[in-house]
């Protein structure tokens, strides 16, 4: 275990915001959780990728643990127990460069293993959910580390039960996956589609793809500060969409579990908000469900021009847009 006092936050959030933590503990090995005190507040630290930072913290616990661990294996299959604290995507293309399939659509995406199933990560037309088969964590209230299945993860669309009855409770240590080893790829999405026009792509080249389709539609965080989708897709009702339909007749839309998935980057662009700036914060130039850092906002400046966009979103549309970053 690795102790600092009084660190700044900054390069840990990728919005590159300037907050304190009394204390850094910096975990290397499982079994160090039962040495804290966890009456005192805590908060867990991934990859800083979906957080907005308001406020200083006390104490920060990141996790240092970087196994990747072969469980079992057939011709089929393969199941892996990886570590929280695995950069995610050096994992998918650990997989990748082992002809594993199953997460290669979710290339790219910044954040650590041990927080990919909170919110049920997804891009691409693919789920973290698809392929987990169990994830581990500690328990702060009984100081034991406990194993749950996918099913009692009650994973939905980025969502699951550590966002809900566990929040603050359990402290993911690490996740296993099971991925295929026979050819399963999926193209579905519009941009992958126009990428490769007739070309049917192997898994390494879809991976490629994921990530220069990336880079050219996202703002890179390592310029300007931000936390990818800042929202969540915004799922409406019949009456909604065709309410909508009658001013816009090409909004976007998708099914969605009998009700429809608007994209909210259409809903943001179309109030117009899209490259819009407000002093040090803004809408992305390249994208409208991104929220950047232009210097040196506050985490509340932040907070605060995300409700003026919600509140645009509503007076247009009538729709109550959500957040898909943790305000800490
Ligand atoms: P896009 O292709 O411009 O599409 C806009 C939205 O429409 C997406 O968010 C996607 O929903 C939905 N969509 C598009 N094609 C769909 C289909 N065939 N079936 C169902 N829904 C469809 O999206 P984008 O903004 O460039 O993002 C591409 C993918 O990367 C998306 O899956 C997105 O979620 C993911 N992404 C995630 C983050 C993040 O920070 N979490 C950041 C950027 C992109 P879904 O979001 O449900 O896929």
Same mark, same amino acid.
């Given at each position: 275990?690795?102790? !600092?006092?009084?660190?700044?936050?900054?390069?840990y959030?990728?919005f590159g915001?300037? *907050?304190?933590?009394?204390?850094m503990?910096?975990i290397?090995d499982?079994?160090?959780?039962?040495?804290?005190?966890?009456?005192q507040?805590?908060?867990? /630290?991934?990859f800083?990728?979906?957080?907005?930072?308001?406020?200083?913290?006390?104490?920060?616990i990141?996790?240092?643990t970087k196994k990747?661990?072969?469980?079992?294996?057939? !011709?089929e299959q393969i199941?892996l127990k990886?570590?929280a604290?695995?950069i995610?995507?050096?994992f998918?293309?650990?997989?990748? !460069?082992?002809?594993?399939?199953?997460?290669?659509?979710?290339s790219?995406?910044?954040?650590?293993?041990?927080? *990919?199933?909170?919110?049920?990560?997804?891009?691409?037309?693919?789920?973290?959910?698809?392929?987990?088969? #169990?994830?581990e964590?500690?328990?702060?209230?009984?100081?034991?580390?406990?194993?749950?299945?996918n099913?009692? *993860?009650?994973?939905?669309y980025r969502?699951?039960?550590?966002k809900?009855?566990?929040?603050?409770?359990?402290?993911i240590?690490?996740?296993?996956?099971?991925?295929?080893?026979n050819?399963?790829?999926?193209t579905?999405?519009a941009?992958?589609?126009?990428? =490769?026009?007739?070309k049917?792509?192997? /898994?390494?080249?879809?991976?490629?793809?994921?990530?220069s389709i990336?880079?050219?539609k996202?703002?890179d965080y390592?310029?300007?500060?931000n *936390?990818?989708? =800042?929202?969540?897709?915004?799922?409406?009702e019949?009456n909604?969409? /065709?309410?909508?339909?009658?001013?816009?007749e090409?909004?976007?839309?998708?099914d969605?579990?009998?009700?429809?998935?608007?994209?909210?980057?259409w /809903?943001?662009?179309?109030?117009g908000?899209?490259?819009? #700036?407000?002093?040090?914060?803004?809408?992305?130039?390249?994208?409208?469900?991104?929220?950047?850092?232009?210097?040196?906002?506050s985490?509340?400046?932040?907070?605060?021009?995300?409700?003026?966009?919600?509140s #645009?979103?509503?007076d247009?549309?009538?729709?109550?847009?959500?957040?898909?970053v943790?305000?800490?």
């Amino acid at each position: 275990m690795k102790l !600092s006092q009084n660190v700044n936050l900054k390069p840990y959030n990728t919005f590159g915001i300037e *907050c304190y933590c009394n204390e850094m503990i910096e975990i290397e090995d499982d079994n160090e959780l039962l040495d804290l005190d966890f009456s005192q507040d805590f908060f867990i /630290l991934g990859f800083g990728s979906n957080i907005l930072l308001s406020k200083n913290l006390n104490r920060v616990i990141k996790f240092q643990t970087k196994k990747i661990q072969i469980l079992s294996e057939n !011709s089929e299959q393969i199941r892996l127990k990886v570590d929280a604290g695995v950069i995610w995507d050096e994992f998918v293309n650990y997989s990748v !460069s082992n002809n594993y399939y199953g997460i290669e659509n979710l290339s790219a995406i910044p954040g650590t293993v041990g927080a *990919c199933p909170i919110q049920n990560i997804g891009a691409y037309g693919a789920e973290v959910k698809d392929v987990i088969d #169990k994830v581990e964590y500690f328990d702060v209230f009984t100081k034991q580390i406990i194993e749950i299945n996918n099913k009692n *993860c009650n994973f939905s669309y980025r969502n699951s039960i550590f966002k809900q009855d566990l929040k603050n409770r359990a402290i993911i240590t690490s996740v296993t996956f099971m991925l295929q080893k026979n050819e399963k790829i999926n193209t579905n999405y519009a941009d992958i589609k126009n990428f =490769f026009g007739d070309k049917n792509p192997n /898994l390494f080249e879809l991976r490629q793809a994921i990530i220069s389709i990336r880079e050219s539609k996202l703002p890179d965080y390592k310029v300007l500060g931000n *936390c990818g989708s =800042f929202y969540q897709n915004a799922i409406v009702e019949k009456n909604k969409l /065709l309410e909508i339909q009658n001013i816009y007749e090409n909004v976007p839309f998708f099914d969605f579990e009998n009700k429809f998935k608007i994209p909210t980057a259409w /809903l943001i662009e179309k109030t117009g908000l899209k490259a819009y #700036k407000q002093n040090k914060v803004g809408i992305s130039e390249k994208h409208a469900l991104i929220i950047v850092n232009y210097g040196e906002a506050s985490g509340k400046e932040i907070l605060k021009f995300s409700e003026f966009v919600e509140s #645009k979103v509503f007076d247009t549309f009538g729709i109550k847009i959500d957040k898909e970053v943790n305000i800490i």
